[in-house]
């Protein structure tokens, strides 16, 4: 295994990016998530509002008696909401940078596969210019001829929204 270097704002990050992925779909586009980020996959359920939030936090759900922040990943991409049979709510744990863990859903089109990824099919985040924030994106794979777009879960949600989610919900 080696340790690649991708874009992550003014200091690049080091991140060993081989492993196994759970890759889900939105706006028929891949994406992966971390296996070891995903703690299950839910059939899409009633969510509670929460006030105050960015429109892309649709709320919370009550999972086996814990209260779970809910992000569509659509909204959150700048994608229209749509939902659709197969669309479901992956339940994540996401690090702060205070270091500690919460458990987040995110709603997404559909789950697709888990793929086993090594170096050679993972290529750094391409440079769309000082303009495009990427630093979410660990990087790009090229799997059976498709690409799927690698996910830092921990930065895809800003982390003054997790923050605030986790005060209101007492994660």
Do not use: W
Request: aromatic fraction near 4%; proline fraction near 6%.
């Amino acid at each position: 295994m080696s340790t690649r270097a991708t874009p992550g704002g003014p200091a690049a990050r080091s991140t060993d990016l081989t492993g196994k992925y759970l890759t889900v779909v939105l706006h028929r586009e891949a994406y992966g998530i971390a296996v070891l980020k995903v703690r299950e996959i839910i059939r899409l359920q009633k969510i509670t509002p929460i006030p105050h939030m960015p429109p892309y936090v649709k709320g919370v759900i009550n999972l086996r008696g814990r209260v779970i922040p809910v992000v569509d990943l659509r909204l959150k991409f700048g994608l229209e909401a749509v939902i659709a049979e197969r669309t479901c709510i992956i339940v994540v744990q996401v690090k702060l940078a205070s270091e500690t863990t919460v458990q987040m859903g995110l709603i997404v089109d559909s789950v697709d596969e888990v793929v086993n990824l090594n170096d050679s099919e993972i290529e750094p985040t391409p440079d769309f210019g000082s303009r495009l924030n990427t630093e979410y994106i660990l990087g790009i794979a090229k799997v059976k001829g498709t690409v799927k777009t690698l996910l830092d879960i921990d930065r895809v949600v800003a982390p003054e929204t997790v923050v605030s989610l986790a005060r209101h919900t007492g994660s």
